[in-house]
T-cell receptor
Framework: SAVISQKPSRDICQRGTSLTIQCQVD?????MFWYRQQPGQSLTLIAT?????????ESGFVIDKFPISRPNLTFSTLTVSNMSPEDSSIYLC????????????FGPGTRLTVL | GENVEQHPSTLSVQEGDSAVIKCTYS??????FPWYKQELGKRPQLIID?????GEKKDQRIAVTLNKTAKHFSLHITETQPEDSAVYFC??????????FGTGTRLKVLA
């Protein structure tokens, strides 16, 4: 399975500010995903990030709030913009290791607290 | 839309007993069903998966069964140990790259 790292691992931010989360993979992958996991809850897909194209957002998530970059096949960023306390959550990236196999592996997550 | 229901939400078993977690999916196009284990403060880890062309898959103490007609799939853990305590998530992959996750089951194995 791919080795996935995320930065930062945690952060405490003031409302109204923005935070950019980085996801790095040790091998080239086509599909990268960003999820949100609110405390005690399940995982909700925010968007899919494909290299060379715009991210595809799920219902309830918009680009202005969660801009995503995917400059190459090993890296992606998710920005949480104009944060409010409701954005306090764990944000996880995941990758599909082999296209068509469907197995997804998760990064360690970024724990965000917005005051 | 696509939906995955998961039961129970919490489950306590005595060490050595079996645990069963059940999921139901709505999209008949779903063809891949992974199970993830998430320990406190850790990332979800893929523990077993099943594809729609098989009915059962086993890996040591864990097994997954799939009933495509009823759109049910289940996780079975035998001879439970304290280190099995975690939150377990099922998911369905409706023929696309997306996963639809269940709501999770908090399993407690009592020593």
């Amino acid at each position: 399975s791919a080795v996935i790292s995320q930065k930062p691992s945690r952060d405490i931010c003031q409302r109204g500010t923005s935070l950019t989360i980085q996801c790095q993979v040790d091998s080239q992958v086509t599909m990268m995903f960003w999820y949100r996991q609110q405390p005690g809850q399940s995982l909700t897909l925010i968007a899919t990030a494909n290299q060379g194209s715009e991210a595809t957002y799920e219902s309830g998530f918009v680009i202005d709030k969660f801009p995503i970059s995917r400059p190459n096949l090993t890296f992606s960023t998710l920005t949480v913009s104009n944060m409010s306390p409701e954005d306090s959550s764990i944000y996880l990236c995941s990758v599909e290791a082999d296209r068509g196999i469907h197995e997804q592996f998760f990064g360690p997550g970024t724990r965000l607290t917005v005051l | 839309g696509e939906n995955v229901e998961q039961h129970p939400s919490t489950l306590s078993v005595q060490e050595g007993d079996s645990a069963v977690i059940k999921c139901t999916y709505s999209d008949s196009a779903s063809n891949y069903f992974p199970w993830y284990k998430q320990e406190l403060g850790k990332r979800p880890q893929l523990i077993i998966d099943i594809r729609s062309n098989v009915g059962e898959k086993k890996d040591q103490r864990i097994a997954v069964t799939l009933n495509k007609t009823a759109k049910h799939f289940s996780l079975h853990i035998t001879e439970t140990q304290p280190e099995d305590s975690a939150v377990y998530f099922c998911a369905a992959n409706p023929g696309t790259y997306k996963y639809i996750f269940g709501t999770g089951t908090r399993l407690k194995v009592l020593a």
